[in-house]
């Protein structure tokens, strides 16, 4: 049996809304509290309005006061170890730190755990931002 974490993400595929692409994700995102966000993949035929997973889980739980966040776990209806694309990402990080770590579902009771770090290296960030008006003053 996976984790709880990547079971409700497994279970948030139910809601996604894939009619172009066929490719269900799920996410679900726990707070520092322990609190559990989870979200689903929607898509539009114009693909970028389409939104993903990870984005609706944290616009959840930011929705809902929370911006401190322990663990995030991803899932796909085919169980291929999906991570965040690079948007979600830049999201992710707007919030989490470098270790924040990122569970992905390899199907059965395999996942694979990254460092947000480890994905998204030398991401945009308060201190990228001043750092470079710094330099244009």
């Given at each position: 049996m996976p984790d709880d974490l990547v079971q409700?993400?497994?279970?948030a595929l139910d809601s996604a809304y894939?009619?172009?692409?066929?490719y269900r994700v799920g996410a679900a995102l726990r707070t520092a509290d322990g609190t559990v966000f989870v979200g689903c993949?929607?898509?539009?035929?114009?693909?970028?309005?389409?939104l993903?997973?990870?984005?609706?889980?944290?616009?959840?739980a930011i929705k809902n006061g929370h911006t401190e966040f322990d663990r995030l776990a991803v899932s796909s209806g085919v169980r291929d170890g999906v991570t965040p694309c690079g948007m979600c990402r830049q999201t992710l990080a707007e919030?989490?730190?470098?270790?924040?770590?990122?569970?992905?579902?390899?199907?059965?009771?395999?996942?694979?755990?990254y460092a947000l770090g480890e994905?998204?290296?030398?991401?945009?960030?308060l201190d990228t931002l001043d750092a470079a008006r710094g330099r244009r003053e």
């Open positions: 409700q993400a497994r279970d894939v009619p172009y692409s066929e993949n929607i898509e539009n035929a114009n693909y970028s309005n389409s993903h997973a990870e984005e609706v889980a944290i616009a959840e919030f989490c730190d470098e270790a924040f770590p990122i569970v992905c579902d390899e199907g059965g009771e395999e996942t694979t755990e994905l998204l290296p030398n991401t945009i960030s």
